[in-house]
Nanobody, 121 residues
Framework: QVQLVESGGGLVQPGGSLRLSCGASRSIFRIYAMGWYRQAPGKQRELVAAFISGESTNYADSVKGRFTISRDTAKNTVYLRMNSLQPEDTAVYYC???????????????WGQGTQVTVSS
């Protein structure tokens, strides 16, 4: 019942910027947590940045000061502004949300399909 639609990935040069966006379907009654993970080849999927509770946010140490997460609650949308991108940021970026669906009594966790971010000269 939940669809997460991601956009904004692409190829950029080192030092460049991208903005990712992720919108969740209208069937969601409430979003408890929403944010971004990434996975590079041969590595574990890791948290990049997320809203984890209320206005609280959590960032990976490797992106602090460079990435900024924001959201539009009314639109069920979360954004990730990525500045000063480095080759080490190259990965598939996944949107994730923990939600309560309309008519449901328990939380569900959903993943987007992922969007490729490649940082290369």
């Amino acid at each position: 019942q939940v669809q997460l639609v991601e956009s904004g990935g692409g190829l950029v040069q080192p030092g460049g910027s991208l903005r990712l966006s992720c919108g969740a379907s209208r069937s969601i009654f409430r979003i408890y947590a929403m944010g971004w993970y990434r996975q590079a080849p041969g590595k574990q999927r890791e948290l990049v940045a997320a809203f984890i509770s209320g206005e609280s946010t959590n960032y990976a140490d490797s992106v602090k000061g460079r990435f900024t997460i924001s959201r539009d609650t009314a639109k069920n949308t979360v954004y990730l502004r990525m500045n000063s991108l480095q080759p080490e940021d190259t990965a598939v970026y996944y949107c994730n949300a923990e939600v309560l669906l309309q008519g449901s009594t328990q939380r569900e966790n959903y993943w987007g399909q992922g969007t490729q971010v490649t940082v290369s000269s």
